[in-house]
């Protein structure tokens, strides 16, 4: 295992932002001396849109780039600000402090100027049309395919952020799009500096398999991204793919609730939905999945949706690497979902001694029925008793049925009409 390194965390960026027709340029500076930029190309015109939508994107952008070098200060060129920003920087910064194992960090965010609050009427917009984040990916092709259902107008759109994935998410998007019959349109992000900065204020980006290039808190941008697409198409919904565990799952330590997913959970949306309805004031954010477990959703495409899903993506390094986290994963999920067992003694005990970041495994529930019939059989050996204890003690009195039972429970979704039909 590579010794990690310490974190020095960097002391202040700062950001500014300009628009030239179709493309967003951000740029910013470490330390006042590491200059980078974030390009972002839109499919159509984005100077057309009133500054308001701008200063968003570019919010997003410095919380991002702020929480990736940890900066202890955040200054703005332009005005802005509100509660519902702090907490969205607070909480990038927590799950990022803690994945580190670095002192909590509390930021100083300086705009320009305090903006604010002004809701200005607008033309309402359409409840049936909804613009959706589509990576080419098991839970976003379910969500198109249950929007779509529901007979809403779907304005998908693809962000290239992934750094080595991007590709092979581009040719699912292709396959998928001829075979839905949807357009999806395009957005360019070209951050050169992205690797640079990931690898030397962090030990947790970029190293094959254990931790993939996805900058941390991208749904941020994602969703200032779809804001745009929302006013461009008159759509009242902005829709991602995320499941219940990214949506609930949180971490209670230290006297924090921290969100463990980033963005990808229910009061980090709600935070920007609130930042947005000053611009929209009739704009929802929505995951038609976030009812479903990562296994009911597997479940539910290959039993309804076979061919679509074998067209979908998986991994965050490769085609199927076969190794990382994720593929490890939907190996799981295929093998429960096929009623096939390959565990060996050796995977049995690699996942007991695998050290989760959160202290409990995301996938707790569907883990424990995989690995059941070896859990009971070594529950009471001294070897491993404390291991199982510490994963899977609050759930051990589940039967394989009763766990399995869990998995499929359909949770409420506040997010979508109460008639939306899964």
């Given at each position: ?24 340029h ?7 001396s590491d ?109 198109l ?15 290239d ?43 947790k ?41 990214l ?26 939905e ?27 495409m ?43 003694f ?77």
């Amino acid at each position: 295992m590579k010794k990690e390194k310490t974190i020095k965390p960097a002391k202040h960026v700062y950001c500014d932002f300009a628009v030239r027709n179709e493309v967003f340029h951000f740029s910013y500076i470490i330390d006042k001396s590491d200059k980078g930029v974030i390009e972002i190309t839109f499919p159509f015109s984005i100077k057309k849109f009133s500054q308001a939508y701008h200063r968003l994107l570019a919010s997003s952008c410095a919380a991002v780039v702020g929480s990736l070098v940890l900066a202890e200060e955040i200054e703005m060129s332009w005005s802005g600000g509100s509660n519902f920003f702090e907490e969205i920087v607070t909480s990038l910064y927590d799950i990022r402090t803690f994945s580190e194992g670095v002192d909590y960090i509390n930021p100083n965010v300086l705009f320009a100027k305090k903006s604010t609050r002004q809701v200005k009427k607008y033309k309402d917009l359409k409840d049936s049309r909804a613009v959706l984040s589509w990576s080419g990916g098991i839970d976003s092709s379910l969500s198109l395919l249950l929007l779509k259902k529901n007979k809403f107008t779907v304005y998908p759109f693809f962000t290239d952020i992934n750094i080595h994935q991007k590709s092979h998410e581009l040719e699912s998007i292709e396959r998928l799009s001829k075979q839905l019959e949807v357009t999806c349109e395009r957005v360019n992000v070209w951050w050169p500096k992205i690797l640079e900065h990931g690898k030397k204020y962090s030990n947790k980006f970029d190293h094959f398999p254990e931790y993939n290039a996805i900058p941390f808190g991208r749904d941020f941008i994602h969703s200032m991204i779809g804001l745009f697409f929302a006013k461009q198409y008159d759509a009242k919904n902005i829709c991602f793919g995320h499941e219940h565990e990214l949506w609930k799952n949180d971490i209670k330590i230290d006297g924090k609730v921290i969100e463990r997913n980033d963005m990808q959970n229910e009061r980090n949306m709600k935070r920007i939905e609130n930042m947005a309805k000053d611009l929209l004031p009739q704009i929802t954010f929505v995951s038609p999945i976030a009812g479903l477990s990562k296994y009911a959703v597997y479940e539910m495409m290959a039993t309804n949706y076979l061919s679509v899903l074998q067209n979908t993506t998986t991994c965050y390094f490769k085609k199927r690497c076969g190794q990382c986290n994720n593929c490890k994963l939907m190996e799981v999920i295929e093998e429960l979902y096929a009623g096939e067992d390959t565990i060996t003694f050796s995977d049995f005990k690699h996942m007991l001694s695998f050290k989760n970041t959160v202290k409990k495994e995301t996938f707790q529930t569907m883990i424990y029925v995989y690995y059941y019939d070896w859990l009971q059989k070594y529950k009471t050996d001294k070897r491993f008793i404390e291991l199982i204890q510490n994963k899977y003690g609050d759930i051990m009195h589940l039967s394989k049925q009763e766990a399995m039972d869990l998995l499929l429970v359909r949770h409420k979704n506040m997010t979508i009409p109460l008639d939306f039909v899964i």
